[in-house]
C-alpha cells in the first residue's frame, strides 16, 4: 500500500458513526474494526483519513442494513498536517462503502473528499465531486 505524504490524526475509534457519503443506499455506519490493524496491547485501533475500516449500516437500504461491510475514511473532523503544514479539517466523518478489491460500491461521492484518498486509492478519486 502507497505511503501518505501527510501527518493524519487518527480520531476515529470502534463505535465512532459515520455518514455513507456514496449513492450505495446506506446513511449511516460505526465502525467495528481496523482492517490491518497495528497498535498496541489491549488498546482500540484508531483510524483515520485513508484508513480502510469494517463497519456495519446502521440506517439505510435493506439490502445493507445489519450487514457487515468495508469502507474507506474519506473525511474526519480531526485535522490533517499536510507536508506544506497547511491543516485541514472537514465538518463531518463520512467514509465510503468499498469491495474486497477496494473499488467502490456507489457511482458518486456527495460532498468533499481528501486529497490523501487519491494519492492512495486512484479508482475512488474517478467518482469524487470535489477534492479538497
Known amino acids: 500500500m502507497k505511503g501518505l505524504s501527510t501527518t493524519i490524526g487518527k480520531g476515529l475509534v470502534p ?4 455518514v455513507c457519503a456514496d449513492n450505495s443506499g446506506a446513511k449511516t455506519m460505526m465502525i467495528i474494526n481496523k482492517i490491518g490493524k497495528a497498535g498496541h496491547r489491549r488498546r482500540m485501533a484508531a483510524c483515520g483519513v485513508g484508513d480502510v475500516v469494517m463497519v ?9 442494513l445489519k450487514k457487515k461491510a468495508r469502507a474507506v475514511i474519506i473525511r474526519s473532523k480531526t485535522p490533517i498536517r499536510r507536508a506544506n503544514g497547511m491543516r485541514v479539517k472537514f465538518e463531518d466523518n463520512a467514509g465510503i462503502l468499498i469491495t474486497d478489491a477496494n473499488l467502490p460500491v456507489g457511482t458518486e ?3 468533499a473528499m481528501a486529497r490523501e484518498i ?3 486509492y486512484i479508482k475512488l478519486a474517478g467518482i469524487a465531486q470535489r477534492v479538497v
Open 56 to 64: 456495519t449500516v446502521k440506517s439505510g437500504s435493506p439490502t445493507y
Open 109 to 111: 461521492v456527495k460532498g
Open 15 to 18: 463505535g465512532s458513526v459515520l
Open 118 to 120: 487519491v494519492e492512495r
